[in-house]
Nanobody, 121 residues
Framework: VQLQASGGGLVQPGGSLRLSCVAS????????MGWYRQAPGKERELVAS??????????DSVKGRFTISSNNVKNTVNTVFLQVNSLKAEDTAVYYC?????????????WGQGTLVTVSS
C-alpha cells in the first residue's frame, strides 16, 4: 500500500491547515487509517485515527482542535483528511499518514512520506 500525504506548511499560531492522505487502495473494514507526528527530539505519537466505518480517536492534546475525516463514497474510502485548527507552536512536527492493516491477526503498518507542519510567527 502506498500513501501520499500532502497539505503541510508554515502557519502562524492560531492558524489552520488541512492535511490529506491518499491510499493506493480502498480501505478494508478492519483497516485503521490515521495521522502520527514526530517533533524534533521526540518520539512519534498518534494524533488521530479513523476506521472505514467512521469511528475516530484523538490524542488528548489535539481534542477540540483537530478533526479527522474520510471521503466515504458509496462505502469506499481511500482518502483521509486532518483539519488542524487553532495551531500552537507545540504542534510543529512532521506529520505522517499511516494505514494499519489487520491480516491474520497481525497488524501491518504502512507509512506515507511525511509532511512538515511549522507553526511560527
Amino acid at each position: 500500500v502506498q500513501l501520499q500525504a500532502s497539505g503541510g506548511g508554515l502557519v502562524q499560531p492560531g492558524g489552520s491547515l488541512r492535511l490529506s492522505c491518499v491510499a493506493s487502495r480502498s480501505l478494508y473494514s478492519t483497516d485503521v487509517m490515521g495521522w502520527y507526528r514526530q517533533a524534533p527530539g521526540k518520539e512519534r505519537e498518534l494524533v488521530a485515527s479513523i476506521t472505514k466505518g467512521g469511528s475516530s480517536k484523538y490524542a488528548d492534546s489535539v481534542k477540540g482542535r483537530f478533526t479527522i475525516s474520510s471521503n466515504n463514497v458509496k462505502n469506499t474510502v481511500n482518502t483521509v483528511f486532518l483539519q488542524v485548527n487553532s495551531l500552537k507552536a507545540e504542534d510543529t512536527a512532521v506529520y505522517y499518514c499511516n494505514l494499519r492493516e489487520l491480516r491474520y491477526y497481525i497488524n501491518y503498518d504502512y507509512w506515507g512520506q511525511g509532511t512538515l507542519v511549522t507553526v511560527s510567527s
